[in-house]
């Protein structure tokens, strides 16, 4: 089962890919905006913010090797709204996390091992 649900998050990150490309190609792209590029650029300064202030206070060195061994695999028996309740993350980056293409900020990476550590499912 968590192979399946990790192939099928990709071929959802995949799909929803390939919409935006139609919508872009008809000139209709909702990520364009004006509103939407405020919003967007003040929500990745947020983030670069809170990361730098977890690297100054966690100055030791984070080994992304360990997360995809020891928690990755473990995030496939939880769904995406407990992920995102215990990250604060959007559903759209658990997703990406659960499925294996991305690895979340280490910042993230405790209150995910609380996750996996904490249910029976893992």
Known sequence: M???????GLRAIESARRVLAVQTAAGNDPRR??????????AISDGHRRNRSWAREHP???DAAWFQRE???????????????ATG??????SR???GARTPHPRHWRALLSL???SNRS
């Not at 928690?71 to 309740?85: Q, V």
């Open 89 to 94: 993350l959007s559903l759209v980056a658990c």
């Open 116 to 118: 996996v550590k904490t």
């Open 33 to 42: 905006s004006a509103d939407v590029n405020r919003a967007r650029g003040q």
């Open 97 to 99: 996390f659960r499925a």
């Open 2 to 8: 968590p192979k399946a649900r990790r192939e099928h």
């Open 60 to 62: 030791v060195q984070r």
């Open 71 to 85: 928690i990755a695999p473990k995030l496939d028996g939880f769904s995406l709204k407990e992920i995102g309740k």
